[in-house]
């Protein structure tokens, strides 16, 4: 006797829907109670691939702006959604699901760092992740500075030790701050260096510094390059897991983390036995192009290597201070304007859609960068050595 699509296994069914469509699986999942009960069915998700693959290549079918008011669908596809989805589809196009508290507190840990959270107070966490992803849009189609007129960044020092300033927001520009530092550091002659550390749904985390060739150690930044390259990790496969997927994790209906079917999960993973143990970066979520970070990701937006062991490109060493700041990005960030490399250098902070920074925090840099806990020998809120 010959099988049906009745006898399937439901595993095998649930893969099938997984390579539709979204439109196309709105349609599927009602067509008969079996294959309601597995697009239902939170442990099966098929919705999750095609809400993935329209999140991650920005091209987002209709049914997605109102897929929260279908009840087939399981309310943990929407905490990621909320946390990678464009801003400005989210304010002006979809309808927004209703959520637990725990899963709104989710969804902003996701998309947001923590040092925004100073602006909760007494807010619950589905309004204040809605504020927030507003002030993100606007912020990255104005120059509007009113809800922040101080941006704090991060230096790391050559000796150790870190400071966290602040300048003010209307006329922050990472570039002349930088340039100041190199004064002092009589470094002035040469040339600024920024790199892409990590992208998040709204945010980018850049790093301003300089490369030499120094003749001895003294001026030499080990903290710089230990931030931009954990030790122990490089930029080849053997630094990966096979078999990983897109994204690392995905929420039950309680909002918590767990590892899904077939994905690499957020083990503790050290690539080398004297390294330091290393974890996934999901609070905050990274964006696709850095969905591995700290591990290298590769597809050509990982730009943290341009050389081997101690030495970046042409054999060179960070010296002095290096600069830390959060960029604000929208539509016009990607939009290459002069020659220059792409990703790296003045492309990442010349031209439209650059001009906007959000404050970045001890509690951010805690977040994006753990390792450097025990790096950092004193930590500074201000200008100064520190007492």
Known sequence: MGLTFESLPVELVTG???????TSLVTVAYLSRRLHDIASDPSLNPWRPPILRNLTTGEYEDCLKHLSVRSIVPRQNWIEILS????????????????????????FKRRFLPGWQKWKRDLSWREVFKRLLFRAWHRSQTTCTTDESWTKYLVLNRNGSANELEATSRNFNPLAIFNDMKLQSNLHHLDTRVRLVVQLADIRIIALGVLNNPRGAFTVNKNARTFLHPPGIENTSDAIHEGQSIRSTHSDDSGESSSSGGAFNSAPFSPHPTAPLYERLVHPLPSNSHANYPFFTPGGGDKR???FGALEEDGQQWVGGMMLTAQITGPQTAVRWMDSPPLQDLDLVLGFGRSQYSSLTWADLAAIAPWMEERITKKIDGPGLGN
């Open 305 to 307: 290597w341009f050389g």
């Open 84 to 107: 990678i989805a464009r801003p400005a589809f989210l304010l002006f196009e979809a309808t927004l699901p209703n959520l637990k508290e725990s899963e709104w507190q989710e969804c």
């Open 16 to 22: 099938i829907m997984e390579e539709l469509d979204l």
